[in-house]
């Protein structure tokens, strides 16, 4: 898709497959990702007995250092892929956009955005930010939206989690914080027949159940959660974007 050149139409008026032609809707799920540095593992591994003498942790995570691939940074598919994205769903028709994103975005600190810059700040990072300029381009298209903030993405069987929906990184308080893969797609589908016309941004993550407690469908939990009129504040997350 960022590929595509829709200014130039007359060179080539259809850039797309013939197949998108009649959606009606799109999901996207696309995402910069980070490559950890060799080096960093061997580094960390190095200090591990001295961690284990001292009685720390084995291995400190944040002494891993990551880095984007050469034009697979965060500004190059997560806002500008994006909007190729967005731009496709005009020319084709396409009623309602579904975004994967992720929690965070208010928060201009968060350690994801640090990932692919040294220890100046210098580098290919910002993520999340890149991510929340991305969203704020789609909530101004005019097309309908939800944007969906997943907490860490785990690998588990779907309907074994309650579905917690919230805004604002008001979750991010939570000590878990943490959703699987599977009630995320299950979020994106029930996106596309509970919505209503309407559109809505919103965090989520899982909570476990308790003995005997019965889990709510997604598409339940969306729609009560859409009819609550609550969605995510563009105002908050870092100046100047």
Known sequence: VTQMEFEKEDANPHPWPCALDGAEAMVICTSAVPQISKLSVLKAMLKIPVNVITKKKAINFRDLQFKYRPGQYPEKVDYIGQKKQIDLAKKLGVKHVVVVSSMGGTDESNFLNSIGKDKNGDGHGDILIWKRKAERNLCVSGLQYTIIHPGGLIDTEPNQMELILDVD????????????????????????????????????????????????SAEETLKAFIDSGVTCDYTLGPSGM
């Open 169 to 216: 990184d008001r979750l991010m308080k939570n000590e878990k914080k943490s959703i699987s893969r599977a009630d995320v797609a299950r979020l994106c589908i029930a996106s596309l027949t509970e919505s209503g016309g309407k559109s809505v941004s919103f965090d989520c993550i899982g909570r476990e159940l308790a003995e005997g407690e019965e889990v709510k």
